[in-house]
Structure formats: C-alpha cells, structure tokens
C-alpha cells in the first residue's frame, strides 16, 4: 500500500494559481523529497496532504483514507511539522512535549523507543523555554513533538531551512533512522543538495512538478553534457560565453561556471578560444551534472515553454 | 482522556498567562488600577465640606437645621448668603460645595406639617462628590424632622430639591462602578481570549492543533476555560475594591450578583472566540475588539452617556450590546437592591446573546485553515 | 583586479560578553576594498551579533575595529552612512510602489531631489523595472524583490554593502541571478560582506571566514581551504571544522 497518493491536485488563492495538477505517490516507508524554492507550492501542498486545507480539485490519499472524506482519520495517523517553527515559545522543552503527548492521547513514556535517540540529546535543556534553544534544538524539539504520538507518514515541511550546515546533517541521520523503523516521510526542502539524501525526489516550481524519480536515476536520465569551467576571471567568462552560438546555457556554481553547450564541443579547443580571448589558469572538465543542474535546466525550459 | 487533554491545555494556558508580563498586568493590573483611579478622582473624604446658606426664612427652626448640618462631621459652614445673585459665588471660588436654600416661613410650616421645599445647589462638575453630600444632607434632613417632630418615621414633609449646576446630566461614582465592572470584564473576557487563540495562529502552533485528532470543541473549550476562572476573579476582586474604597454597596442578594456575572463573563467569552476565529493576527483581533467592543461598550451601553437622550438609531444599537444590559443588572441588584423578579430580562437577553454567539463561533471555527 | 590592496574593514580582538557568556570571543581578520567576504558560522556560533558590531548596531566589550576608516566605538553614526545592509527579511516596504520606496530610502540617506531623480532612473533601468515603477513591490516576484532590495541598500553609493542570509528560500536560477549582481557591485569596486547558508555559494566568494563557538576558526580562500582540510567541497569543510 502506498503511504500518500497524490491525484491532480491543483490549488488556487484567489487568482493566483499554488498548485498545478501535481500527481505523485509516495511508498510506504520512503522517504520522499519534495524540492523546490519558496513559493513553488511545497507548504500547500502539505496542508492539503495534512488535511488543513481543501484542494479544489485532485485526489489524495494518506495512509489509505482520502483527504477529503476520512481526514478525520488521517489526523490520528500524521505527525506534521510546519515551515515555521511551531512551538509554543514560552513552554519549556518538557512542556511542550508533554501537551503534544496529551494532545494525541499519549504519554511521553509510552513512546519514548520512538523519540530516545532525538531526546537524549536535548534533554540536558529539559527546562530550557523553547524560545530559548538554538535552531537545531529547536529544530529537534519540533521532530520529538510531531513523533510522540508514533505517526505512520511523517509530514516535514522545511525542516532543515534557515539552519546550519551541521545541525542539517544531523537532521538527515535521524529521518535515517525513523525510516528504519517503518516511517514513511514527505520532506520538502529549498536546498538542493538535500535531494540525494531521500530515496525519490519531486522537483516542485511554481506550482508545477518538474520531474520525479530516485535522485540517481534523475541525474543519469539527463541528456545534456555538462562542462565545469574555471579560471581568474569567471565572471567576465560567463558573459563571454554567453554570447557565443554554441552556448545553451551558462551559469556560475561556486568556483566554477557550469556550461551546457547546444552539441558536443571539443574540451581543448574550448580551452584554447577561451585562452585566446585573454582567461588565465584555465581548467575544464566533463562533470556529471548534479541535482540542481537538473532543476535549472528543467526549471527553463518550463520557462520557455511557457513564454 | 478527555479530560486529560482538557487539562493539559488549562495547564499550557497558565504557563502562558504567568509567563507574559503583560497579560498578567492587563489581568490583575488594569482592574486594580482602573477601581483605584476611581478612588482618587472621587475623593472619599466629605469631612468639612463647605456649605453655604440662603436662608430666606431667618427663623428659629432654620437654625436649628442648619446648627444640626454643622455639628455632623461632614460640613462647615460657609457663607451666609442673602441674595440669590450671590448663589454661584462659592462655585465659582472653588470654596463651597454645596448651597441650601431655605423657603420662607421655614418654623411656621415645619411644625404645622405643610410641605416644605428645600433647594440643594451642587457643583455639578464635581458629580460624584456632589451626588454623595447630596445623600449626606437628605439624611441629616430627615433625622431632623424625626428629632424635632418626635415621630418615628422619616415623614417625608420635607421635599429637597437637588439641582446640579454645570453637569445637569449627573454622572455619578454609582454609575461608574457597574459601568467599570462590565468593561473590565469585557476586555478581559473578551480581548484576551481572542488574542490567545489569534497567536496560536500566527505562531502557527495552530496548524498542530488541528492536525491533531482533538474536537474544535475541547480547543476553544480548553483556552477559553481559564480566562473564564480569572474573569471571575476580577469581577469578585473589583466588587471587594468597589465596597472598600467607594464604599458601594450590594443591597441586592450577592449570590444572585456573582451569578450575573458569570453569564456575562460567558457572553462576552463567547464574543472573544467569534472575533477569534475570524481574526488571523493577533493585531487583527486587537483592533477587532477595540473598534467593535470597547468603543461601543463604552458610549453606547450607558456607561457614560445616559442612553435615553440619544438619537434613536444609538438607542437601538446600545441595545444590541450585551455590557448595556449588564449595567442595567448591576445598577438594579447593587444600587436598588432587586431581585430576579426584575433583572430576568436582561439576565435573558444575556442567555440569547450567548446562544446566538456560540452558533456563530461554531459556524466560524473551521478544523481547516482558511 | 577588482581588490585593491587597501583594508576597508579591520578587527582586531573583537570580543562581545552578553554578563558570563562571550558570543564573540577576540576575532581578528581584515577585509580589503573591492572584496567579496563570506562570513560563515553555524546558527549560534555568533556571526549575528559580530556583524551588528561592525554595523554599528552593537558596541564591542573589548577590542578595536575599523569600518570604512570609521572606530566602531566612536563613529558607529558615520558608519552608517558609508554602509548599506541588506538582510533576509528584506527592508522594502510591500504597501509602497517602486518608486516610492526608492524615494523613501534616498531620504533617510539625506540624498537630494535631484540626486535621487538620477538614482531612480538608474535603477530602474539597471533591473529593467521602469514598466512597473508604480506598482506596489508586493506585486514583485521574490527574485526581483530581492535584487530592488540590494540596489536601494546601495542608493546612497557606500563602500561596502552588508548582506545577511540575502538569498534564502529562492529558486536556484534566481540565487544565480543574484550573486551576478552581487559581482556587478563588486567589479564597481565595492565591497561585499555576505553571510549564507548555501555552501556552494559560498565559492563565489574571495575570501571566507568560518566562525566556530564565537571564534574564527579558519580564514582563507575557498580554494586553500579546502585543500587545507582536504575536503572536495565547502561542505565539508564546514562539517569537519564545526562538528
């Protein structure tokens, strides 16, 4: 049985459209990455999965009761995490943990197998008021809190935005580890990097899914070749390559500039027009794209199609 | 298990109310301040107020009368006054509060029991004193009678005109009280339960509630319960402050007081979680409730202005407020000292407003956003 | 070269005590004119209140700082003239149009009439923005928000702009767009002082400063520092130096 099974679901506020006919299934105990950038639709999505909102057209299933009729039902069997951080900042950690038990109609020793590896180790701050934690903290206490009640799909809306690099990895070890433990996950994330950490990915934008598929398969299924390009003036190369006829498209990753060219073109004699036209310590190299190669280049040519 | 989530939220409530400063001041502070304002604006302090006399008559009897005024603690006399031009003249230097003005033939028709006016002249801009010293010579008037005539009873042969100049409209302490105990409530009741469950919204805390597989019922139910005991508490706090600083008075029966306000307390719960759940910020019910609760509670329930010299169409919405007819409650039980016999229709259309309010907040809460 | 070899920003010992706990524990580093620097940290580790010391929002417990030639003691109102800053939260305001808020923001520096007239126009013709002048910003897609938000912090021409965390939560082609600007700025010779969570952006810049625990744990060119801890990318330089 599938976890979450999304149908058409589209979405509108007012005359702004949040959702367009998306449609993907997540298996039971997966975890599913939903990437995309603000606004693309990721947090309406989750609360009409969460069944906070009504989608005004599509199916969904979660857990096996659709959205719409049994989310009485759903709502026993979701733990949700909003995009925001949202706990009760005056509460302390304890408290805080102990109201959500109460809340879903557990205690926190009943499922404490559950939540122990993640508890542990803000429990030192037990009295902490949660306004008071660091964002990772923060961020741990939410996940113990929308675990208490031992969900069967787990709803993560942005949990790892706006923290740090190490709390974010820390993040990812313990969604591992509940997956081991038959926890089926949505995740959504604005940091592509994150993608190749879930078992399958959806690339959201503007309301749209661009693609779905295991990370991996994502990468090999791309069909353009892709060179990476340094040297000491890089940005004074990407508007020159920009101008060039072979040139598709050009843009700056990091200490390099990523050039995905309309044909084949020769890496030495590249290097040479490029040597030519004044660049020093030029380096290029035939890369396999990564994730956010895919997603610029899919998020174009929605672009284009659309224009 | 319901219970213990019912319990769980009272609890979570708490800690948010004892956590935030400011709740906690606009919970026990503002009452006490507000009663306490009240208590320096209205000076308690009526021993030597200054009287002065016209005293048409000149008799034997008329002063008597006015030696009796002077010998209780409350006056001195001012000036004797002789023409009636020279009657604001006290007023108007600030050195008297009061005038009597005493008929002719003043001895003549007291011991042949004719009818006898007796004109009183306050300073109306200071009403509360003025309505006070009023009753502090109406009192001293009827003793007199008693004394002189030997009867047992007041004979109510003495008819005091009282005449406020500059306030004829008569705000008085009395009035204030009832009026300062409905508004608190109000915005207590009212205000701070809407903006608790407004926060929940924009922290977002909310979206977790309703995820949850709790009834809106045991939501509302579980934030609304411990504003409803705290209310409560005021309403009792500013009742003891009322008794011991202004010195009013509870003729009526206090159970039947106490119960009164709980309704109101309930309705104006009620009002809270309809702006509430129609309020997305906590901004957004704040103003709510101010543009929409304070303002007419206060200008249109009577408490300040007298509803009945409005225009009709402010008669009308006055009606439509609940703190019009819990004044009218508390002016009957405190003031007059009736009884249900009286106060049931308003006590009723309280009932109404409560049913009528519930319905909405019902129809309003969604177990969905938006 | 776009870096001159001059230092527009010096720190030496800069210390903040908030009562037993030091948030910023005796930082040093220079920033030279022209350069883009990437002040990293994790959330805590005290990158927030460093650069509201060198904004002039904060006063140092200890130590001595230059911005601009300006002492962050005593200059912290000079400062805040010669520097524009530009956060996440992104200062325009939704309910003005364009124009308005660019007038606005050439007030608040003392510019004139005349002078703003002129920066308006540039403006709007650098961001190809003149179609929709007086439309209110809220109509603007995020992208384009944040790049308006980025030129009106520079409305008053300042040496060095202050950016913190100015992309989160954008598509990666407009973040693309962004940091081109960004470069635009600094080939102006401007210098840019950038804080963010993206780690690969963090290779756009010349120099980064990585700030562990209210220290500055490693300073030095994407480049070395990830030879310096053998690591393939920023990322892991960071988790190796944080954790």
Known sequence: ?307 | ?370 | MRIENKNIIEVENLTKKFGDFTAVNAISFTVKKGEIFGFLGANGAGKTTAMRMLIGLSIPTSGTGKVANFDIYKEAEKIKKNIGYMSQKFSLYNDLTIRENIRFYGGIYGLSKSEIKQKTEKILVDLDLKSVANKLVDSLPLGWKQRLSFAVSMIHDPEIVFLDEPTGGVDPYVRRQFWETIYDAANQGRTIFVTTHYMDEVEYCDRVSIMVDGKIEALDTPKNLKKQFQATNMNDVFLKLAR
């Open chain 1, 1 to 307: 049985m599938e976890a979450i099974i999304v149908e058409n679901i589209s979405k509108n506020y007012k005359d702004i459209q949040a959702l367009k006919e998306v449609s993907f299934q997540v298996k039971e105990g997966e975890i599913f990455g939903l990437i995309g950038p603000d606004g693309a639709g990721k947090s309406t999505l989750f609360r009409i999965l969460t069944t906070l909102l009504l989608p005004d057209s599509g199916k969904g299933f979660v857990a096996g009761h659709p959205i719409v009729e049994e989310f009485k039902s759903i709502r026993k069997k979701v733990g949700y995490m909003p995009g925001k951080f949202s706990l009760y900042q005056d509460l302390s950690v304890e408290e805080n943990l102990s109201f959500f038990a109460t809340i879903f109609g557990t205690t926190i020793e009943e499922n404490y197998d559950l939540i122990k590896d993640i508890y542990e180790q803000i429990e030192p701050f037990k009295k902490r008021l949660a306004g008071k934690l660091s964002g990772g903290m923060k961020q741990k206490l939410a996940l113990c809190c929308a675990l208490i009640h031992k969900p069967e799909v787990l709803f993560l809306d942005e949990p790892t935005t706006g923290v740090d690099v190490v709390s974010r990895q820390e993040f990812w070890e313990m969604l591992a580890v509940l997956k081991q433990k038959g926890i089926s996950i949505l995740v959504s994330t604005p940091y592509m990097e994150e993608a190749i950490l879930c078992d399958r990915i959806a690339l959201i934008l503007n309301g749209e899914i661009l693609n779905i598929d295991t990370p991996n398969q994502m990468i090999q299924n791309f069909d353009k070749t892709i060179y990476a390009i340094k040297c000491n003036r890089l940005y004074d190369l990407i508007h020159y390559l920009r101008t060039q006829d072979y040139t598709e498209s050009c843009l700056p990753f990091g200490e390099n500039l990523h050039l995905v060219t309309k044909e084949k073109v020769e890496i030495e004699k590249l290097k040479k027009e490029i040597i030519t036209q004044g660049f020093e310590q030029v380096e290029i190299e035939k890369i396999t794209p990564t994730i956010e190669d895919v997603f610029l280049h899919l998020g174009q040519e929605k672009k284009e199609d659309a224009n």
């Open chain 2, 1 to 370: 298990m319901k219970w213990k989530v019912f319990w769980a939220f009272v609890k979570k409530e708490f800690y948010h109310i004892t956590r935030d400063k400011r709740t906690l001041l606009i919970l026990f502070g503002m009452p006490i301040a507000q009663v306490l304002i009240f208590g320096f604006v209205i000076s308690t302090d009526f021993k030597n107020a200054s009287i002065d006399f016209l005293n048409h008559a000149n008799d034997e009897t008329s002063f008597e009368l006015i030696e009796q005024i002077q010998s209780s603690e409350n006056f001195k006399i001012g000036r004797i006054l002789y023409a009636d031009h020279e009657l604001e003249k006290g007023f108007k230097d600030g050195t008297s509060k009061l005038v009597m003005v005493i008929p002719e033939d003043f001895s003549k028709d007291f011991y042949n029991r004719n009818p006898i006016e007796i004109q009183i002249l306050t300073d109306g801009s200071d009403p509360n004193n003025a309505v006070t010293l009023t009753q502090y010579i109406t009192s001293i008037v009827g003793s007199f009678q008693q004394q002189k005539l030997k009867i047992p009873e007041n004979p109510q042969q003495i008819n005091i005109e009282t005449k406020l100049l500059y306030n004829p409209k008569s705000i008085s302490a009395y009035n204030f009280i009832p009026g300062t105990i409905a508004l608190i409530l109000m915005i207590i009741s009212a205000m701070l339960t809407s903006l608790t469950i407004a926060r929940e919204k924009e922290t977002g805390t909310i979206e977790i509630l309703l995820v949850s597989p709790l009834s809106p019922l045991l939501i509302i139910l579980g934030k609304v319960a411990p504003y409803a005991l705290l209310s409560f508490i005021d309403a009792i706090l500013i009742l003891v402050l009322g008794f011991f600083v202004f010195e009013v008075p509870v003729r009526g029966s206090l159970i039947l007081l106490l119960f009164c306000c709980l309704i109101y307390v309930i309705t104006s719960l009620t009002i809270g979680t309809l702006i509430s759940a129609v309020s997305k910020t906590q901004q957004d019910a704040m103003m709510r409730s101010l543009m929409g609760l304070m303002m007419p509670s206060m200008i249109l329930s009577g408490f300040i202005f007298p509803l009945t010299s409005m225009p009709f169409i402010l008669q009308v919405l006055g009606h439509i407020i609940p703190t019009t007819y819990f004044i009218e409650i508390l002016k009957g039980i405190m003031l007059r000292g009736v009884g249900l016999e009286i106060v049931w229709f308003p006590l009723f259309v309280l009932f109404l407003m409560i049913l009528f309010f519930l319905f909405f907040t019902w129809k309003n809460f969604k177990t969905r956003l938006q």
